[in-house]
């Protein structure tokens, strides 16, 4: 059974189609502009950046094929993968909008060797597992597997003015406003790939509002309030997780396997008391007072009271919401409040004129969130933590906090158990809810919503290989000599993790002696570029001089 992708009847354009040379997965680039415009864009350019193009069009076309290479030297396929590719319209105001769009133009369902029954799976993922060609359709267009549609009105009058696209490979941009375009392609094609549900997370419907047929990437999206994979969730349970934030999670083992070296450690803080809490706790932020320091929450926490009742029928006798009752009590320590019933600026300015040295809101939900809101009169510091603690807290009249530490477990970006977070913002992002990792994973990732100036697609897809593992791609990472599994070198290669080029030397190579050269000039690019630094040079160096071919 297959579905054509209902975007498929926006589309009728010539067609130039060229090869490119991949190795483990090929992909076919299908050119679907005009002549003279997008990747026919004859306008003369300078090479830049690795990229030796000399027309906007040539450089777009390059930039685009290395693309496909590096996706293609980390993905097993014996189908070749075909893009449709397209300068295009994309919406934009003169201050913002999308940079580009992709997705699958074919999904496939109940095909052989499918992982899952009754789940759509992207064309491209399909192909590779049933190892044919599942729909090859009228024409090239017609059977593709993923489209990506590019701002070609980038920079111009009334869209994202002051910016224009990059085509370097070396993701280093040199002036402001530039926009890294193989950064902006590696993310669109990985939706293509798979990086995308088909879910509407506005109804919470499955594809097309077809029931009881989820697709592949829900059957590894939990929800941790309901503890629920999305595959199992009726549409209403969907529509409300999409916007919970913080609680929507990535379940897949390669990923969470992968997080701990991938993700930073997350700013925590350390609860002594009450015991039945104590450990390391994420926090949430304030936008308005002095950010906080280990100093102001170190030491016992007492609960601010007030009136109940006065302002709603919500308002408790542990919100902070009028004067507190208990000043003499709370000054000079770390005034505890619930979240509900006023904003948090109000309740830490009562807080505040109180005497307390710092202010502790529980949430009145699962989760934190950084805590909205201004007052320039605030001068003491102010977190959030999740309603468990704060809740077990109020239970037990108080607690106390060690100070915020660099925690030893928790990473930024991931729950308490690991797992990376989906992109939830609380009101619904249309085309970035879910389908991507969540902006507080630190360091930035491929897959956030937002590409940002510190990603190196060039040599790192961070997290995203292992995705696709999770889905049921099969990758090549692993060079005959470096180990395929254990061991520090294939744990640094496994994943990808600058990986994806050394493995396209050696699948591109004729021989040895050709696979280790294309890969110590790679090793020399990410020295030079500050990537790595000598003794990782050499560690990878020494690996690959092993490998076989
Ligand atoms: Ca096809
Ligand atoms: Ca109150
Ligand atoms: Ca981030
Ligand atoms: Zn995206």
């Not at 498929?8 to 040379?21: E, M, N, S, V």
């Not at 797992?419 to 609380?426: E, G, K, M, S």
Request: include cysteine; glycine fraction near 12%.
């Amino acid at each position: 059974m297959k579905y054509n992708n209902i975007l498929k009847a926006a589309l009728a354009t010539t067609l130039l189609a060229g090869a490119t040379a991949a190795s483990a997965a090929d992909f076919v680039l299908v050119n679907i502009d005009p002549p003279g415009a997008g990747f026919n864009d004859p306008t003369p350019a300078t090479p830049v950046g690795g990229n030796a193009g000399t027309t906007v069009g040539e450089q777009r076309l390059i930039a685009y094929n290395r693309a496909l290479q590096q996706w293609g030297s980390i993905l097993k396929s014996n189908v070749p993968i075909v893009v449709l590719g397209s300068f295009g319209p994309r919406p934009c105001t003169a201050t913002g909008g999308v940079l580009a769009s992709a997705g699958a133009w074919n999904i496939e369902i109940n095909f052989p060797n499918s992982p899952l029954a009754s789940h759509w799976y992207h064309s491209a993922l399909a192909n590779s597992l049933a190892g044919v060609d599942l729909y090859p359709g009228a024409d090239i267009i017609d059977g593709a597997d993923i489209i990506a549609t590019f701002n070609g009105n980038l920079g111009q009058p009334g869209c994202i003015e002051g910016s224009t696209w990059y085509y370097g490979l070396d993701n280093q941009p040199t002036a402001s406003g530039q926009i890294d375009f193989l950064n902006v392609f590696m993310h669109e094609l990985a939706h293509g790939l798979g990086f995308q549900n088909f879910n509407d997370e506005a109804t919470g419907e499955t594809f097309a509002g077809i029931p009881n047929f989820p697709d592949s990437n829900t059957a590894l999206t939990r929800d941790n309030v309901l503890g629920k994979r999305w595959n199992t969730m009726t549409a209403a349970e969907i529509r409300a997780s999409a916007v919970r934030n913080g609680q929507v999670v990535w379940d897949g083992a390669n990923v969470t396997a992968r997080v701990p070296s991938v993700l930073g450690p997350l700013n925590a803080v350390t609860v002594t008391a009450p015991a039945g809490v104590a450990g390391d706790y994420e926090y949430g932020d304030a936008a308005f007072g002095p950010a906080a320091t280990a100093a102001a929450f170190t030491g016992n926490v007492v609960l601010g009271l007030d009136d109940a009742g006065v302002l709603a029928a919500t308002d408790t006798v542990n919100d902070g919401c009028t004067a507190f009752t208990n000043a003499a009590a709370v000054a000079g320590k770390i005034a505890l409040v619930k979240r509900g019933t006023c904003g948090f600026a109000v309740k830490v300015k009562n807080a505040q004129n109180a005497g307390a040295a710092a202010v502790i809101v529980g949430n009145n939900a699962l989760g934190v969130l950084s805590m909205g809101g201004a007052d320039p009169t605030i001068t003491i510091p102010s977190i959030m933590l999740t309603n468990s603690v704060g809740d077990a807290m109020i239970a037990a009249g108080g607690g106390a906090v060690n100070g915020i530490s660099i925690s030893d477990t928790l990473k930024a970006g991931a729950d308490n158990a690991g797992r990376v977070r989906l992109y939830a913002p609380t009101v619904y992002a249309a085309g970035s809810s879910i389908s991507h990792f969540d902006t507080v994973a630190s360091p930035n990732l491929l897959m956030e919503p937002a590409i940002t100036s510190t990603l190196r697609s060039s040599a790192n897809v961070d997290l995203t290989a292992a995705y696709f593992e999770d889905i049921g791609w099969k990758t090549e990472l692993s060079i005959a000599g470096c180990g395929t599994g254990s061991g520090a070198i294939a744990t640094t290669l496994n994943g990808s993790y600058l990986a994806g080029p050394v493995f396209a030397c050696f699948n591109n190579a004729k021989n040895k002696g050709q696979a280790q050269s294309c890969s110590t000039q790679y090793f020399n690019r990410l020295r030079n570029a500050g990537i790595i630094d000598g003794a990782y040079k050499g560690t990878f160096a020494s690996c690959t001089a092993g490998g076989g071919k």
